[in-house]
């Protein structure tokens, strides 16, 4: 694998590793997840299931890639930094 993973780094679906910060790389693997996808069609569809790179409306029948780039902004709500998760520091990252 090449040392830079994407193309554009505005680009929510290519596999960004760096870009305006701050800003979350998601990498599924394989957890359990349960999201609610609202699809232009007119349908609120809901997933409970283990991964989703991808995703399909049960009313258009219409396949979706999600990406893998969350925004990400500062809070300072008491109950946010109370149950906020630890991240580590990556070794490999200056």
């Not at 979350?24 to 359990?32: E, H, P, R, Y």
């Not at 299931?49 to 709500?77: F, H, M, Q, S």
Request: aromatic residues 12%; negative net charge; hydrophobic residues 35%.
């Amino acid at each position: 694998m090449s040392e830079k993973l994407f193309v554009n780094k505005l680009d929510p679906w290519d596999l960004i590793v760096e870009g305006p910060l701050p800003y979350v790389f998601l990498q599924w693997k394989g957890t359990d997840v349960c999201l609610d996808f609202y699809c232009p069609c007119g349908a609120d569809t809901h997933y409970d299931g283990y991964g989703a790179a991808t995703v399909r409306c049960p009313a258009c029948d219409t396949v979706y890639e999600l990406a893998i780039r969350l925004n990400a902004r500062k809070t300072t709500d008491p109950f946010d930094r109370k149950y906020a998760r630890n991240l580590e520091l990556d070794d490999e990252r200056p």
